[in-house]
């Protein structure tokens, strides 16, 4: 049963009246900068060498973690993940852009974060690497309902409920490269496409738990709809009706015309 909207009210905050409908890879899909810390003049010089390093090293492989300079406050550390089903030149596009607007969505601030559909970058002056982090979320709900009839909704939620329960199985399966997605029948006409992605400095464990984190959420703030992103700093976990993934399904050129508008929604400890 989804929470009443009363209950979910002091976790939610619209961060914008207008739909979002999918958009230039340019534009972001969220961000999150520290409040409280801010950094030295040193600490923003090695965040901007490890800003560089992650753009030279990251599109190769999908995944890098690095760090830059000594001292307790005034070394960097920064880690980028593409989703590994993301071309490389696509990756590279990506983080350029991320690379270039998160100085300037939180100036001056030591730890900050923004996510795109096909890129993730973060830098702290603390480490952070290895950590399972799903203390800061924002979840891109459809506005669609499966359908209007009661059952028909039900059936949906039970069905994506074991599609996720198998993507998070492989998302954490070694060799997986912290990547899950698997596509499954609804209907006939109806096919649920689901994806999740680790960050690549998770253990198998902590991938999991990501992914369970963001999978129990689904049915409070996405009941039946036709589609549902969790951002989280450890995982990117995505279901939508129409292909999204690469390489793209057979027929996909019409979906991404179907894709329903969506609103994002802060989640905070
Ligand atoms: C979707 O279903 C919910 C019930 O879960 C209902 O409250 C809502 O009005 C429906 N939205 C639309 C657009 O039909």
Not at 51 to 59: A, G
Not at 166 to 189: D, E, I, N, W, Y
């Amino acid at each position: 049963m989804p929470p009443p909207a009363s209950s979910l009210l002091p976790l939610l905050f619209l961060l914008f009246l207008h739909p979002h409908p999918q958009c230039e890879a340019a534009d972001s899909l969220a961000h999150y900068c520290s409040t409280d810390r801010s950094t030295t003049r040193l600490a923003a010089s090695n965040i901007a060498r490890v800003l560089l390093t992650l753009l030279s090293k990251t599109p190769s492989n999908g995944f890098y973690a690095t760090s830059s300079g000594s001292g307790n406050t005034n070394k960097a550390y920064g880690l980028a993940q593409c989703r590994q089903d993301v071309r490389a030149a696509d990756c590279k596009a990506c983080l350029k852009d991320a690379a270039a607007q998160l100085p300037k969505l939180c100036p001056g601030q030591a730890d900050a974060r923004v996510w795109f559909d096909y890129c993730f970058l973060r830098y702290d002056t603390r480490p952070f690497t290895g950590q399972l982090d799903t203390g800061y979320g924002v979840f891109y709900i459809s506005m669609t309902n499966i359908s209007e009839n009661a059952a028909e909704q039900r059936r949906f939620d039970r069905e994506l409920g074991s599609l996720m329960s198998k993507v998070r199985g492989r998302a954490a399966a070694r060799g997986s490269l912290g990547l899950a997605k698997l596509q499954t029948k609804f209907t006939p006409f109806v096919t649920i496409y689901a994806l999740a992605q680790c960050t690549r400095d998770l253990s198998p464990l902590d991938c999991s738990q990501c992914v369970s984190t963001a999978v129990a959420n689904f049915p409070g703030f996405c009941p039946h709809r036709n589609g549902c992103r969790a951002l989280y700093s450890s995982c990117y976990v995505r279901y939508e009706i129409y292909p999204f993934f690469f390489p793209l399904a057979a027929g996909s050129s019409k979906a991404a015309l179907a894709a329903s508008l969506s609103i994002p929604v802060v989640v905070s400890p």
